[in-house]
């Protein structure tokens, strides 16, 4: 069973123009909502991350929507350039022992064309 | 100097072998972890070493043994190889305290199986 659904599989946008990914959890103890980029031949590398208290964070072009009552999450890259072009995955973690187990979504490729 | 390194970075063997994938990480982190990424890009944790003690282990075939000699390196051994095993497969290190659970990933080490 995924325990993370994330939409679209993949995602074209007009550079300039908002990107949109969205992800749906489950498991109500998940306390931590990072998005991960990809590049291709790369691992993935932190983007931006959430915690539950808060129904948003922003970071430059990036922001998180976080809306707990309907356990959904989305990013949005605003002004989005060719450069932002990667696969973006969505994950949610929470505290095992010892150690996070972070479950990630399916990922989204996303294309950003001049 | 790279933060979480993995060695060999592409892998080509034939069915039936046993290979190895070591990772290395300089920073200090006392949380290591192998995800395995299928063809589709979807990111699925197979194990997690805490202080060199195993904390996770997935549904992942006794054929995969990783090993922790210490808290800085985390290797993987396949044994008698399958085609369904080529995946790239990627390290990451966390630090374990609470609050602080960013995986930081190597650039993956590419597996095919013929």
């Known amino acids: 069973q995924q325990q993370v659904k994330q939409s679209p599989q993949s995602l074209i946008v007009q550079k300039g123009g908002i990107s949109i990914i969205n992800c749906a959890y489950e498991?109500?103890?998940?306390?931590?909502f990072p998005w991960y980029q990809q590049f291709p031949g790369k691992g993935p590398a932190l983007l931006i991350a959430?915690?539950?208290?808060?129904s948003e964070k922003k970071e430059g072009r990036f922001t998180i929507s976080f809306n707990k009552s309907a356990k959904q999450f989305s990013l949005h890259i605003m002004d989005s350039q060719p450069g932002d072009s990667a696969t973006y995955f969505c994950a949610a973690s929470k505290r095992g022992a010892g150690s996070y187990q972070l479950t990630f979504g399916k990922g989204t490729k996303l294309s950003v064309i001049p | 100097d790279t933060a979480v390194s993995q060695t060999p970075k592409y892998l080509v063997t034939q069915m039936g072998n046993d290979k190895s994938i070591k990772c290395e990480q300089n920073l200090g982190h006392d949380t290591m972890y192998w995800y395995k990424q299928d063809s589709k890009k979807f990111l699925k944790i197979m194990f997690s070493y805490n202080n060199k003690e195993l904390i996770i282990n997935e549904t992942v075939p006794n054929r995969f043994s990783p090993k922790s000699p210490d808290k800085a390196h985390l290797n993987l051994h396949i044994n008698s190889l399958e085609l369904g095993d080529s995946a790239v497969y990627f390290c990451a290190s966390s630090q374990g305290q609470p609050g602080a659970n960013v995986l930081t990933f190597g650039a993956g080490s590419r597996l095919t199986v013929l």
């Open positions: 498991n109500t103890a998940f306390d931590y």
């Open positions: 959430i915690r539950p208290d808060v």
